[in-house]
């Protein structure tokens, strides 16, 4: 990736090489007039500053004593007006490389890869079309941190429409340099939800190899790839046909069920049903310890052993290892990874 410093420095050069050159051609001719005006009598420095006040219409008095010299005068009517439109000319480019945001651009985007560099534990979006816009909505709804990567321009300026403040990459998801400067090794997960499923499989090899640690989740609409991505590394292969069809189902057969859960993902609270593992090493810690009672959260159960273990007692120990499942708030998540990792 070039450095975007580099990038503004090249885009300035290209546009402001001839007004700058068109500048010091005006400053040499108008130094060696006036002198020459001046019969050789005023210094160098002299002649270097009536040009310059002359372009720059400062108005201040004449260095050099044009009363007498009627070429003198024509001499500084010409110089003035190629000086003063060669202002205007350099001052309609800085304009115009102003608005069209090179600069600001190139220092944003370096703004935001320091950003990214300082993430750790955050997600990756690799697609940012339906799906992936409403992964998205999930991960901020709930205060997780990520990052998004995109290859297509108008689908970043649409998702910066309502997510102006969103760290994202300009690129394809399936370029190993790209994953490394989205953090994957320091990911947490990684979102291969392109609308191409050999896109998402190249997606799910590559943060794989990047990161083994990385919990990976994969789209995947032809059911003749859901084994090459599985066998890749996907922890997880999702199917919007299958999911969608699965709530079209449910929404007939226990509707107050499907209205609650969409009435908690609408919530303003972000309350949601998560999961809390607890740390692998340790002793046996009661359910009263792991999660006393708060308003934030509600115990649902408990995984140990392989086993769920559905509304745990206050009593009951949970191992090393576990796993807590709890209907919360994305504060009360908060406070029971505190407790749980004291």
């Not at 006036?34 to 160098?44: H, R």
Request: hydrophobic residues 45%; charged residues 25%; aromatic residues 8%.
């Amino acid at each position: 990736m070039e450095h975007p410093y580099r990038e503004a420095a090249e885009r300035a050069y290209h546009a402001f090489r001839y007004p700058m050159l068109a500048f010091v051609v005006i400053m040499l001719v108008g130094t060696a007039g006036y002198w020459e005006v001046s019969a050789g009598k005023a210094t160098l420095l002299d002649c270097a500053y009536m040009t310059f006040i002359t372009i720059a219409t400062i108005g201040y008095g004449e260095v050099i004593d044009l009363s007498a010299s009627p070429g003198g005068r024509v001499f500084t009517m010409v110089i003035g007006f190629l000086g003063v439109a060669n202002v205007f000319y350099m001052t309609s480019k800085m304009t115009a490389f102003i608005v069209e945001s090179d600069l600001n651009e190139g220092l944003r985007r370096h703004r935001m890869q320091r950003e990214i560099e300082t993430l750790a534990g955050h997600y990756i979006v690799c697609g940012i079309g339906r799906v992936g816009t409403n992964v998205l909505r999930e991960l901020v709804a709930t205060g997780r941190e990520c990052v998004v990567i995109e290859p297509a321009q108008p689908s970043l300026e649409a998702m910066l429409e309502s997510y102006p403040k969103q760290r994202y990459l300009h690129g394809d998801g399936a370029d190993d340099e790209l994953l490394r400067a989205a953090g994957v090794q320091r990911a947490a997960g990684v979102f291969a939800v392109t609308g191409d499923d050999s896109k998402n499989l190249v997606i799910t090899l590559s943060a794989k190899q990047l990161n083994p640690g990385a919990r990976v989740v994969a789209r995947c609409h032809d059911v003749r790839f859901v084994d090459k991505i599985r066998q890749v590394g996907a922890d997880d292969i999702v199917s919007p046909d299958f999911t969608g069809a699965l709530r079209i189902a449910s929404s007939m057969l226990r509707p107050a069920v499907v209205s609650l859960l969409d009435e908690m993902l609408r919530s303003d609270q972000g309350l949601r049903v998560e999961e809390i593992g607890l740390p692998p090493t340790g002793k046996e810690r009661k359910i009263a310890e792991l999660a006393p009672p708060d308003t934030d959260y509600v115990v649902l159960a408990v995984r140990r052993d392989g086993r769920w273990e559905f509304n745990p007692g206050a009593e009951l120990r949970a191992k090393p290892g576990s796993t807590l499942i709890v209907m919360t708030t994305p504060a009360g998540r908060a406070k029971l990874e505190r407790l749980v990792a004291a």
